[in-house]
């Protein structure tokens, strides 16, 4: 077995993974590179504009994340539908991605833009910082429909093995949003100098334009992602929707409870200080660049391993599965030596953090580069193999376990009751990981998530 392994990484197959991994890191880097512009060009203001966005975007990323969840039955049925050949089948996939992801965007955005205040409130009880975040969030509520059908038509192109579409097209959504945010916030070329309400402008503007160039493209090469009305009607059947929430649902509710997991963890910190939030809102985006090509061949592998499954190919699912485990620790480990290496050149680059703030972002950095290793093997596994054959249950009740049976209470005695320093309380958000790791490897040693989900 480990011989076959071990040969799934020297043939063809780690080939074709990177070249789908590597889209997908680009994208994923260029998506969290917005929420990093917006932190460093507003950090030029002050603390309190930092701590607010960063409150706002973790909001923002809930949302994002639910919409994710949303995308990944439409992914699993794309890839494996691709893999056995039926292009209807994408499409109609497809069009229920597109459907399912606005009617959430709707709900999320509608929240965000009539209770802002009560939002941000839920992290701090900074009135500057809620008046500050309140209006950034009401504000990009609306650029949730562009992740909405931007990461739809991502999720099908990735099954079809052409992810670098939806990469250059966001590329250019990412030099948009940094010209935007030069106008916006500072008041350059005759605008008005708008602060935290200009970057949120820039990000609204950003993405609606990004995604209407990217269907624009698709509707003018008549790609087969075109969809025309008849598919969203086929779509629409209940015995496909049935089909498609089965699976969405569970990863929904599974990323809404990650992700507001993920809020706590940010709202104990805010608990304890602002600072912690400064800090926290820093490394929030050097943390998604960290871990993007890691998101990235775990996303690619749910890909391969999904086509494989839908060719009922599963033995090779099986070995691909251990490969690419084996492949993302590896890159764990390059990753964190390389951000260990330019710290001090990256957290230059925030000029405006006091040196008290400086000192506490730089342990959480060093901190941070010890948690990508160790955060690659759940990953892995529970994005790029069990998800890929619809093993979504498991994945939902791991992670309900882990983060809020263990992880967030474990944390919150640590900052609250026991009261210990900033450092400590950041590096506890790792025991869910750690519980991760073993129920990941006994699921996937069991075989018990490769299933056919297209037959």
Known sequence: MRHLVVQQLRGDFLRRLLLIAFPIALQTMLFSSRSLVDILMLGQLGEMEVAAIGIAGKALFVATIMLFGVTTGGALLTAQYWGAGNQR???????????????????CGGLFLVFPEFVIGLATDSAPVITL???????TSVSLFAVAWGS??????????????????????????????????FGNLGAPAMGIAGAAWATLVSGLVEVGLLYSFL?????????????????????????????????????????MGIFVYHAIIGQVSVQGLAALSVITPIESFALAMLIGVSNAAAVMIGNQLG?????????????????????????????????????????ALSPDTRELTENFFTILAVMVVIR???????????????DIRFCFYQDIAAQWMIGLPFTAIVALVLKLPLEWVYA????????????????????????????
């Open 311 to 351: 060719a009922n190919k599963m033995e090779e699912a099986y070995q691909q599965a251990w490969a690419v485990s084996i492949f993302n620790v590896l890159c764990g480990v390059m990753v964190a030596i390389i951000m260990l290496l330019s710290k001090n050149l990256v957290l230059d680059l925030f000029s």
């Open 428 to 455: 506890s958000l790792v025991v869910e990981e750690l519980v991760k790791w073993v129920g990941s490897i006994l699921r996937v040693r069991s075989k018990a998530w490769m299933n056919n989900l297209v037959a």
């Open 89 to 107: 089948g994408v499409q109609q996939s497809t069009a229920l991605t597109i459907t399912m992801t606005t009617i959430t965007a709707t709900i």
């Open 376 to 390: 690659t093997i759940p990953m892995t596994m529970i994005v790029g193999v069990l998800r890929a054959g619809g």
């Open 219 to 259: 509707y003018g090469r008549k790609h087969l992602l075109a969809l025309d009305l008849s598919v969203f009607s086929e779509a629409c059947q209940w015995v496909l929707v049935k089909r498609f929430l089965k699976l969405s649902l569970p990863t929904t509710f599974n990323h809404l409870a990650w992700s």
């Open 133 to 139: 975040g309140a209006e950034y969030l009401a504000i």
């Open 152 to 185: 739809s038509i991502a999720v099908g192109l990735r099954a079809m093995h052409q992810p670098g579409v939806s990469t250059f097209f966001s590329a250019i959504g990412i030099a948009l949003n940094m010209f935007l945010n030069w106008v916006l916030i």
